[in-house]
């Protein structure tokens, strides 16, 4: 059974800076990983998709990374803002009998003015 | 892009009745979706996978004559939450896998449940 974790749970910086958020996945037999963002209350809006075959994903300040092989992605944030604060959930489409999608229990972001 | 719409956003209803939830994808064909539930500063739960004119797949632990679910048509989905009770407080989300796009899954805003 996949499963799949974030670390940390909670960060805050300050306005500025460059940060990394970590996910890490038990079952290499993916077909995708994707990363979310979820302000409070809210749903899901999605940020990023990287099939299997890739090695990373870039959208404007945001740049996931995915070692298929060691079950890890990255979602890297440039100069963060006070905007981007909210819970930022990694994704596992995986492959075989179960065709699902799998959560992280997610990272809480503070980007602090 | 592809939407998916819910209704109602927010619910608040009483213990002992009956809340339904409606999923519809408003501009693709979904011949699959998808239930989630969350709990505060939990990730999502996958409860139940539903295909289009068949019954729904239910994950373990979650009770399907509790959490009704109907697909009835390429663009809609319901959950009905029977005889809630205040643990059924929750965000549940839905999602939607486009026809032609088997591993994407479209989501839903949400509805907020609570039960009083």
Redesign the interface.
């Known amino acids: 059974k996949q499963e799949v974790t974030q670390i940390p749970a909670a960060l805050s910086v300050p306005e500025g800076e460059n940060l990394v958020l970590n996910c890490s996945f038990t079952d290499s037999a993916i077909?995708?990983l994707q990363w979310?963002r979820q302000d409070p209350?809210?749903?899901?809006t999605?940020l990023l998709?990287i099939q299997s075959s890739q090695r990373e994903q870039t959208s404007g300040r945001l740049n996931a990374s995915l070692d298929k092989s060691s079950g890890r992605s990255t979602l890297y944030i440039a100069a963060s803002q006070p905007g981007d604060s909210a819970t930022y959930?990694c994704?596992v489409?995986s492959s075989g009998s179960a065709r699902?999608?799998?959560?992280?229990?997610?990272t809480?972001l503070t980007v602090l003015p | 892009g592809a939407v998916v719409s819910q209704h109602p956003s927010r619910v608040i209803c009483k213990s002992g009745t009956s809340v339904k939830i409606e999923c519809r994808s408003l501009d693709f064909q979904a011949t699959t979706m998808f239930w989630y539930r969350q709990f505060p500063k939990q990730s999502l739960m996958l409860m139940a996978t539903s295909n289009e004119g068949s019954k729904a797949t239910y994950e373990q632990g979650v009770e399907k004559d509790k959490f009704l679910i109907n697909h009835a048509s390429l663009t809609l989905s319901t959950l009905t939450v029977t005889s809630a009770h205040p643990e059924d407080s929750s965000f549940y989300i839905c999602s939607a896998r486009d026809r032609d796009s088997w591993e994407t899954q479209y989501f839903g805003p949400g509805t907020r449940l609570l039960v009083l």
């Open positions: 077909y995708n979310f209350g809210k749903g899901l999605s998709l959930l994704a489409f699902q999608l799998t959560f992280g229990s997610g809480q």
